[in-house]
């Protein structure tokens, strides 16, 4: 029982319907498909692609923290972490693959938090 509720709310989600009804965690509110980090005089940005991912392999450009260190996550769109690492020391235009290729499909959002800001990216696993 639990898991046909929890199956249904995913779906739902999914097609932006609990808007209205179900508060949705912090990490998870819909937000638009590239949000800036939260400084309009530097450009830092998070590029997730290819989107939507068919084989589960995407890569991410990191730019505008270079020398500083970030943290990426991918959560569900209940909002649960996923997938958690630290970079460090990055460079001006940072890449990143990641394997999500054992995540069901759906939406997950990518998630970069650097010096106090963060920045969400929707992503789709078919």
């Known amino acids: 029982m639990k898991q046909k509720l929890l199956y249904s709310l995913f779906c739902l989600a999914s097609l932006g319907l609990l808007r209205s009804s179900l508060p949705l965690p912090v990490a998870a509110a819909p937000i638009a498909r590239h949000q ?10 998070l590029v ?5 991912s068919t084989t ?3 890569h991410l450009t990191i730019n505008g923290l270079e ?14 972490v996923m997938y958690r690492e630290t970079l460090t020391e990055l460079n001006d235009h940072a890449t990143k693959t ?4 054992k995540f ?8 970069l938090e650097a010096d106090n800001a963060t920045q969400l990216c929707k ?4």
């Open 56 to 58: 589960g392999i995407v």
């Open 123 to 126: 992503l789709i696993i078919r």
């Open 104 to 111: 069901a499909n759906g939406l997950y959002y990518v998630k």
């Open 48 to 52: 997730v692609y290819p989107n939507p």
């Open 36 to 45: 800036g980090i939260a400084r309009p005089s530097e450009e830092r940005t």
């Open 98 to 101: 990641l394997d999500l290729s």
């Open 67 to 80: 020398g500083r260190r970030a943290e990426i996550s991918v959560l569900n769109v209940l909002g649960t």
